[in-house]
T-cell receptor
Framework: NAGVMQNPRHLVRRRGQEARLRCSPM?????VYWYRQLPEEGLKFMVY????????ESGMPKERFSAEFPKEGPSILRIQQVVRGDSAAYFC????????????FGEGSRLTVL | GDSVTQMEGPVTLSEEAFLTINCTYT??????LFWYVQYPGEGLQLLLK?????DKGSNKGFEATYRKETTSFHLEKGSVQVSDSAVYFC?????????????FGKGTKLSVKP
């Protein structure tokens, strides 16, 4: 499967625990975007990364959330000390270049915080 | 800032009915416009796009025309099928400002009954 791979597909955490979501972009894509989809709402941009660099994190909450895209390995979205309001679907998307708008999305990781 | 407004859903139609989902946008420049579709349990897929005024994007029987004078990009299909049941998102990207991030509308859920 050459598509965008996200794991885990489903993740359950208790309040205060950490959640780590992984995203492997399509082969040849060096641009990764993370979006959050809350129930009954659209997708909200969180962060845009290229290899080893955060380009735009204007949509990331200032606390508890971080993202990385190392030289080797998948992009990771990390949520520390999760709260119930973090329950959502988190989608990763990749593209071969910037600013085209044509993104290839993964199937999402659904986080449930108990 | 840039934004996208879609008609509220859900929209329920009978098979072979005509579909229109309205979308208007606000942007300071000349964005490219997109329709993405999300089938149940999946990530988003690009359905069609238009990059400049009067362009018509089309795919799988769906069409949308970039109307600069009305800042609109309404999605249409002449005869819907049950398999078209999904959530449809209108989106824009403005190359000049948002680093290529897509700005999405809230989505419109379409249910097609046999």
């Amino acid at each position: 499967n050459a598509g965008v791979m996200q794991n885990p597909r489903h993740l359950v955490r208790r309040r205060g625990q950490e959640a780590r979501l992984r995203c492997s972009p399509m082969k040849g894509h060096s641009h990764v975007y993370w979006y959050r989809q809350l129930p009954e709402e659209g997708l909200k941009f969180m962060v845009y990364l290229q290899k080893e660099n955060i380009i735009d994190e204007s949509g990331m909450p200032k606390e508890r959330f971080s993202a990385e895209f190392p030289k080797e390995g998948p992009s990771i979205l990390r949520i520390q000390q999760v709260v119930r309001g973090d329950s959502a679907a988190y989608f990763c998307a990749s593209s071969p270049s910037r600013a085209t708008g044509e993104l290839f999305f993964g199937e999402g990781s659904r986080l449930t915080v108990l | 800032g840039d934004s996208v407004t879609q008609m509220e859903g859900p929209v329920t139609l009978s098979e072979e009915a005509f579909l229109t989902i309205n979308c208007t946008y606000t942007a300071t420049g000349y964005p490219s416009l997109f329709w993405y579709v999300q089938y149940p349990g999946e990530g988003l897929q690009l359905l069609l796009k238009a990059t400049k005024a009067d362009d018509k994007g089309s795919n799988k029987g769906f069409e949308a025309t970039y109307r600069k004078e009305t800042t609109s990009f309404h999605l249409e299909k002449g005869s819907v099928q049950v398999s078209d049941s999904a959530v449809y998102f209108c989106a824009l990207v403005y190359y000049g400002g948002s680093q290529g991030n897509l700005i999405f509308g809230k989505g419109t859920k379409l249910s097609v009954k046999p």
